[in-house]
T-cell receptor, first 116, second 115 residues
Framework: DTAVSQTPKYLVTQMGNDKSIKCEQN?????MYWYKQDSKKFLKIMFS???????INETVPNRFSPKSPDKAHLNLHINSLELGDSAVYFC???????????????FGPGTRLTVL | AQSVTQLGSHVSVSEGALVLLRCNYS??????LFWYVQYPNQGLQLLLK??????LVKGINGFEAEFKKSETSFHLTKPSAHMSDAAEYFC?????????????FGTGTRLQVTL
């Protein structure tokens, strides 16, 4: 009965490859997010989707492309991977249709991406 | 833009001692503030949040935090630390953004609990 799940948990790949990370939530939420946590544990938002519509894009390189096939899924595709992309990527969701900022965000377990 | 600052990247306490993790915010509007905990190799879990109701907020696992506007602070406390409290703690402020909101996190505080 996992609320927010991500696959894979670990991803090791070579520079220049293209990879995808999948996220699914079964909470019935309308809003989903991608966050990046770097090696110093700093967390920063990358994207947010509300009901399949892109709401937040935090100046992320266009090698990163989120895709939301439905409101329960938000996938992250990364082209031409670089060493600096190595990080832990977290998916989150919230019931925050009005952007009030009060709703809790529920996080997935993370995907540790290592680019060699 | 709103931001939070966490003082002390690493805090060590003895089991049974008071836990105090500091967070100060910067905001031009009344902020919504959150504390999340991250256990090793896991995602983030909400401990508590302040959304302009009571200034003293009680959360899970015996944690609480008090919103002090005059000090622009939202420090996290627990009267008696337990070994299971060892984790990374993040303070965050919520920015409204259209029909979504985004969390801006502090740099985190690692809590170590010793016997």
């Amino acid at each position: 009965d996992t609320a927010v799940s991500q696959t894979p948990k670990y991803l090791v790949t070579q520079m220049g490859n293209d990879k995808s990370i999948k996220c699914e939530q079964n909470l019935g939420h309308d809003t989903m997010y991608w966050y990046k946590q770097d090696s110093k544990k700093f967390l920063k938002i990358m994207f947010s989707y509300n009901n399949k519509e892109l709401i937040i894009n935090e100046t992320v390189p266009n090698r990163f492309s989120p895709k939301s096939p439905d409101k329960a899924h938000l996938n992250l595709h990364i082209n031409s991977l670089e060493l600096g992309d190595s990080a832990v990527y977290f998916c989150a969701s919230s019931q925050d249709t009005r952007g009030l900022g009060t709703d809790t965000q529920y996080f997935g377990p993370g995907t540790r991406l290592t680019v060699l | 833009a709103q931001s939070v600052t966490q003082l002390g990247s690493h805090v060590s306490v003895s089991e049974g001692a008071l836990v105090l993790l500091r967070c100060n915010y910067s905001s031009s509007v009344p902020p919504y503030l959150f504390w999340y905990v991250q256990y090793p190799n896991q995602g983030l879990q909400l401990l508590l949040k302040y959304t302009s109701a009571a200034t003293l907020v009680k959360g899970i696992n015996g944690f609480e935090a008090e919103f002090k506007k005059s000090e622009t602070s939202f420090h996290l406390t627990k009267p008696s630390a337990h070994m299971s409290d060892a984790a990374e703690y993040f303070c965050a402020v919520s920015d409204r953004a259209g029909t979504a909101s985004k969390l801006t996190f502090g740099t985190g505080t690692r809590l170590q609990v010793t016997l």
